[in-house]
């Protein structure tokens, strides 16, 4: 067995960084230290050497609004790679009334192309016995996270009585609840309401989406999961009002979790007035891009800890596929790319500005993350048995990102022209050279998928404490209530 050797470089962890080599062995880390032997060896000179990325937020090859995104396990796990990013967590998404256990199953079969690990969060899209049994199984399977949309009224939305259910229901398995939390009704009231007055371009999109609904929906979803004693991920924060109260739950002892997209960090609601069509319905995605006021408050979020993780929520359709809502914006759809962007754009917009430290970067884009899916430290840490998911960061590289160079399927990038300073220059999956260079070096298939395991333990400190301050029935004297009639 070949032992691999990553000499010189600075090892860059959540929270220290420090000169030291890496042996890997068998695709895990085995030594960490100075004057280490291996028989290859990988010079990390002059460089940072990371975790690598995990993005606990993909839709590949997923049927979304009447299409299929575009980009599928093969091609968009290559453009991780060349992004640093070392595993996904994709969501399976079964069609309403269907079996969560078959779409799963549909799942593991697209995801046989992938080039890296991977993972699966799953939607409960609706609320009956079968759904509260199957449930069960695929936590048994290595799932620990279900997505529940509390948006797409008429397709994927549930209601607060299912919510409710389903939160329940993750409570008692260990599992913890993800919401898209934008409130459905008031969307479809206003995309009614924007079409009538024929305003049907795509900036429309983010008029019928107001921070106000992303606001109430998160509020919402919080007062469910504290009523289920459930922990509760809150997925694409893209304003201050949900970012808000995240960070008053946090403050009342709630443990929920925000996750802020690396495009809603950099992009804003501008992209909608372009005067070209196909620029604007590209960046249509839902929430949609913001006011550049709400950067500020993600970004602080995310170096005060309010905020714990950066996602992408890739989701690629191409141009030809954004033009079905040509005639109405309803119809556009929803969704943008960046996993081959996120590391180095949240590098440049963030650890080169001073908003955050490299440690902060790896702890958003990779160990918080393995953390709250229950991973860690086998993903997300540089530690003796940790599976060599390795990025090797040349600091100072740069490029300019643009569609024509890029790995990803789609024929444009939300982040065209873009300058990025801190490049991977090898990412290794398991031990194995995965990208050198500008090559994908992984094949389809390398990847494995990760189980993450039922984690009860916040479920059962919040109901240990629920149970402790319920409310209790008052045990009063025969004497002292009234006969009855
Ligand atoms: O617009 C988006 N975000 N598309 C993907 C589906 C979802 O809502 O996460
Ligand atoms: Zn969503
Ligand atoms: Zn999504
Ligand atoms: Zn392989």
């Known amino acids: 067995m070949t032992r691999t050797l990553i000499r010189g470089g600075t090892i860059v962890a959540a929270d220290h960084s420090y000169g030291a080599d890496i042996l890997i062995d068998g695709g895990r880390i085995l030594a960490i230290g100075d004057h280490l032997a291996g028989d290859e060896v990988i010079d990390a000179a002059g460089c940072l050497v990371m975790p690598g990325g995990i993005d606990p937020h993909t839709h590949l090859e997923m049927p979304f ?11 968009g796990t290559a453009a991780a790679l060349s992004g640093g990013t070392t595993m996904v967590v994709d969501f399976v998404l ?52 279900f997505k529940h949309f509390m948006a797409y009224k008429g397709a994927l939305m549930v209601n607060d009585d299912e919510m409710i259910a389903s939160f329940q229901r993750c409570a008692e398995l260990g599992a913890m609840p993800l919401v898209h939390a934008e409130n459905g009704d008031i969307i479809a009231h206003l995309q009614q309401k924007l079409m009538a007055q024929g305003k049907t371009g795509p900036e429309s999109h983010a008029f019928s989406r107001p921070p106000e609904v992303e606001g109430e929906a998160v509020n919402r979803a919080i007062m469910i999961a504290d009523q289920a004693g459930v922990p509760l991920y809150v997925v694409h924060v893209s304003c201050e009002e949900a970012h808000e109260a995240i960070r008053r739950a946090r403050q009342k002892g709630m443990r929920v979790y925000g996750e802020p997209l690396v495009q809603h960090l950099v992009l804003d609601e501008s992209e909608y007035s372009h005067p070209d069509w196909d620029h604007a319905a590209r960046r249509v995605m839902s929430p949609p891009f913001r006011d550049r006021r709400h950067q500020d408050g993600l970004w602080a979020g995310l170096a005060a800890g309010s905020l714990q993780v950066v996602a992408t929520d890739h989701c690629a359709f191409t141009t030809e596929q954004k033009r079905m809502g040509v005639a109405d914006f309803t119809r556009i759809p929803n969704g943008t790319g960046g996993l081959e962007d996120r590391l180095p754009v949240l590098w440049t917009y963030g650890v080169r500005t001073g908003r955050i430290t490299m440690n902060e970067f790896v702890a958003m884009t990779s160990t918080n993350i393995a953390r709250i899916l229950n991973i860690y430290p086998r993903k997300g840490a540089i530690l003796p048995g940790s599976d060599a998911d390795l990025v090797i960061w040349d600091p100072l590289a740069t490029k300019t990102i643009s569609a024509a160079a890029q790995f990803s399927a789609i024929d444009y990038n939300v982040f065209e022209g873009v300058e990025v300073t801190g490049l991977p220059r090898i990412t290794l999956s398991r031990g194995r050279v995965a990208y050198r260079d500008g090559k994908v070096l992984a094949e389809p298939g390398h990847g494995r998928f990760v189980e993450r395991p039922a984690n009860g333990a916040v479920s059962r400190a919040l109901s240990q404490w629920k149970d402790l301050t319920a409310p209790r029935a008052v045990n009063r004297r025969a004497e002292n209530i009234p006969a009855g009639v």
């Open 65 to 75: 609004m009447g299409t299929q995104t575009h980009e599928d396990f093969d091609t």
């Open 94 to 145: 079964p069609a309403p009334d269907a079996s969560m256990l078959d779409a799963l199953q549909q799942w593991f079969h697209k995801a046989g192309k992938a080039r890296t690990d991977y993972s699966f969060h799953v939607a409960v899209t609706g609320w009956n016995e079968r759904i509260f049994d199957e449930m069960a199984e695929v936590v048994a399977q290595g799932i620990n996270t």
